[in-house]
Nanobody, 117 residues
Framework: QVQLVESGGGLVQAGGSLRLSCAAS????????MGWYRQAPEKQREWVAL???????NYINSVKGRFTISRDNAKNTMYLQMNSLKPEDTAVYYC???????????WGQGTQVTVSS
């Protein structure tokens, strides 16, 4: 059974940092590209960062140099270190395999990140 549990969100001032965690079930995590997505109010969910099983990473341009994705395969856990946060980073953050589609694939509850100006 697929399980995805995101945590670590919160309220932070612009310029601050947060570290998100994602605990994933082995069936989805072990051999999958994994990623972080986010959904801001009244916007579509978007992909933010990805990491392959071997550790290669990629990011959307708006977070490059500020966010770092990592994974611990032994713990089936993935992380997103977010530095120099901006108000436009405010969103609910989700983790999932790549690709994952809203309405087709299972999603966890997400974790809210709010960045105040």
């Amino acid at each position: 059974q697929v399980q995805l549990v995101e945590s670590g969100g919160g309220l932070v001032q612009a310029g601050g940092s947060l570290r998100l965690s994602c605990a994933a079930s082995g069936s989805i995590f072990s051999s999958s590209r994994m990623g972080w997505y986010r959904q801001a109010p009244e916007k579509q969910r978007e992909w933010v960062a990805l990491i392959t099983p071997s550790g290669n990473t990629n990011y959307i341009n708006s977070v490059k140099g500020r966010f770092t994705i990592s994974r611990d395969n032994a713990k089936n856990t993935m992380y997103l270190q977010m530095n120099s946060l901006k108000p436009e980073d405010t969103a609910v953050y989700y983790c999932n395999k790549l690709p994952a589609v809203v309405g087709r694939d299972y999603w966890g509850q997400g974790t809210q990140v709010t960045v105040s100006s």
